[in-house]
């Protein structure tokens, strides 16, 4: 904490006349199927009703059709609209502390839904956004775990993500080249300014990894199914696993990490990434759209970004894996999913133990990131 606390007034961006165009921010971005369908309607009305009697003291704009002042009037007019509209109408909400479009919002609700004549072939998206000094707060990340929670059942989630983010205002073009350069700085930001771009990308595949990763049930069975994903991160003791009714939510330690370039990569961000990997879209498209403004991300760089957190055998310095009874390769931190909360430091040369009556199978040790 004391990091982001040291951190963020480099990550926050002001206008001469003092309106933030860019915030660190906190974010939860969950992608869905139907959203076309009433009961979703009405399932993501009850989101943003939950949201405003949290934070409604901070709200002060929304966009529907086109960027207004919030009152509670609209509020309420906004959401019988949605809930009448067809299967084959759009909707795109928004609520926000921001009062124009020009400015980023420390509090946020926004969703876009699919369209019934795409059939299986979209995805709906709910994304909220905090501020990230909501986790200082006494209770701030049970408040937020919960309310992730809340959300992933609510949308039936199928995958998403949750964590630390470059917040930028409604009309973000301009200022996609300095998302860029943080991200470039700091691999534990989520690039999410163009979140509605996923909607079709993201079918069959999971954006990533960070804080929080959002595994729906059709995901999981590709890894042995939550049985199985507890297994492979079982040996942990800071990986934290939640049951959503869609799925699995998996918390990669106690709070997010910014990854400073210069410091090593956050090592339970690799641990996980190690683990649901194979899930993660092997052709991304660009992160962001052509911008007059400066670099922002291009084919090149979006495929460096999504690997960020790979730590390959064969590619970098991670020691390979180690078979029970064999002596360790290298000093430090490792663990197996053999066993619950096995991570633990070995000396080099220092023999493996082995598991008896393991249900995982046969003991192999793997590299925890930690020398």
């Not at 009152?71 to 906004?78: A, C, I, L, V, Y």
Request: proline letters at 5%; a negative charge.
């Amino acid at each position: 904490m004391n990091n982001l606390s040291e951190q963020s007034a480099n990550l926050t961006f002001e206008l001469p006349d003092n309106t933030p165009v860019v915030r660190l921010g906190l974010i939860a971005t969950l992608y869905f199927k139907e959203g076309y369908s009433l009961q979703s309607k009405r399932n993501v009305m009850q989101c943003f009703t939950r949201f405003k009697e949290e934070f409604g003291q901070h709200l002060k704009g929304q966009f529907d059709d086109r960027y207004k002042k919030l009152t509670d009037s609209g509020f309420s007019k906004t959401q019988e609209k949605i809930r009448e509209s067809g299967p084959n109408e759009q909707y795109e909400w928004h609520i926000s502390s921001a009062a124009t479009a020009n400015e980023a919002a420390a509090y946020s609700l926004s969703a876009l839904n699919s369209f019934e004549v795409h059939g299986d072939q979209k995805r709906s998206y709910l994304k909220m956004t905090l501020p990230w000094s909501f986790l200082k707060e006494p209770d701030g990340v049970a408040r937020f775990e919960e309310w992730l929670v809340y959300l992933c059942d609510q949308v039936e989630a199928e995958h998403g993500y949750g964590g630390l983010s470059s917040i930028l205002p409604y009309d973000f073009d301009r200022y996609m080249p300095m998302e860029f350069q943080l991200a470039q700085q700091y691999v534990g930001l989520e690039v999410d300014s163009m979140v509605h771009n996923f909607k079709r990308e993201l079918l069959d595949h999971i954006k990533g990894v960070n804080w929080y990763t959002i595994v729906g049930t059709r995901f999981t069975e590709q890894l042995g199914g939550k049985d199985g994903l507890r297994h492979a991160l079982s040996g942990r003791g800071d990986v934290e696993m939640l049951d959503y009714q869609g799925g699995l939510i998996i918390r990669a330690g106690a709070l997010p990490e910014l990854g400073a370039i210069h410091e090593p990569l956050p090592v339970t961000y690799v641990a996980v990434n190690r683990v649901l990997k194979q899930l993660r879209n092997p052709k991304p498209d660009q992160l962001h759209t052509y911008s007059p403004y400066g670099n922002c991300f291009e084919q090149d760089s979006t495929e460096r970004w999504y690997a960020r957190f790979d730590q390959d055998d064969a590619h970098s310095k991670t020691p390979a894996r180690i078979e029970a009874g064999q002596p360790c390769s290298a000093a430090g931190y490792w663990f197996s999913p053999a066993q619950a909360n096995s991570r633990r430091y070995f000396d080099l040369g220092e023999i493996m133990p082995r598991f008896s009556g393991s249900n995982w199978g046969d003991t192999l040790w793997y590299w925890s990131g930690e020398a």
